[in-house]
């Protein structure tokens, strides 16, 4: 039987699931680094489990030609640079204990306007979703990465009216529970502000979070 994609969030919640007896089982369950290990591998989950599993052709076509669109973008993505304003607004305050300057805050703000006219402009263009007529893994891994920055207070869908109506069929194609659900941690991101973080794991994600921006 196929997968559906409410399984598909179980299986990745098990997967990242902290392991018992472990020395990292107390760093690992901490709400950041669980955050900060989805972002780095929510791709190469998605595409296991698109793999392994017989998910509905849309999400990753067996036609080689649709395919390669969907191949396309994840290849993209990368240069999607939306993340930044999570790591900006939250994440390295959060580990630094000290926020950014502003100059550097402007600078990630520009290059997150590129990335959305790029978007548009290489991708969505006229058609429904990123690859076509039906919604895909791009379509997927591209909205967890946009509702990074609606997450910490960046309404980036206001004055796109493309990307908006994009967002709109998206979570009506996954689902608007199953949406808000997979969601719930990146729309309650600001929590993290009033939380006490482990020393040791701002020691660990501390610096790679500022070499990011370099």
Known sequence: EGLEWSDAVEQRAQYQRPRSN?????????????????????IAILLYLSRKYNTPDHWYPSDLK???????????HQSLCSKT???????IPLFTGQPLPPEK???????????????????????PFLVGNEVSLADLVAIVELMQPVGVGCD????????AEWHSRVEEAIGK???LQAHELILNIRQLSTIQIDPQLKE??????????K
């Open 22 to 42: 472990s020395d990292s089982e107390q760093l690992s369950s901490q709400p950041p680094f669980r955050l900060f290990c989805f972002t780095c591998s929510n």
């Open 66 to 76: 649709k395919r390669a669109k969907v191949d396309e973008y994840l290849s993209w």
């Open 85 to 91: 304003v999570l790591h900006t607004q939250v994440l």
């Open 105 to 127: 805050l402007q600078e990630v703000m520009e290059g997150l306007a590129t990335s959305l006219k790029q978007l548009e402009e290489l991708f969505l263009q006229d058609k």
């Open 156 to 163: 980036i869908f206001k004055d796109r009216p493309k990307l």
């Open 177 to 179: 529970e199953l949406f």
């Open 204 to 213: 660990q994600l501390g610096p790679m979070l500022l070499k990011m921006l």
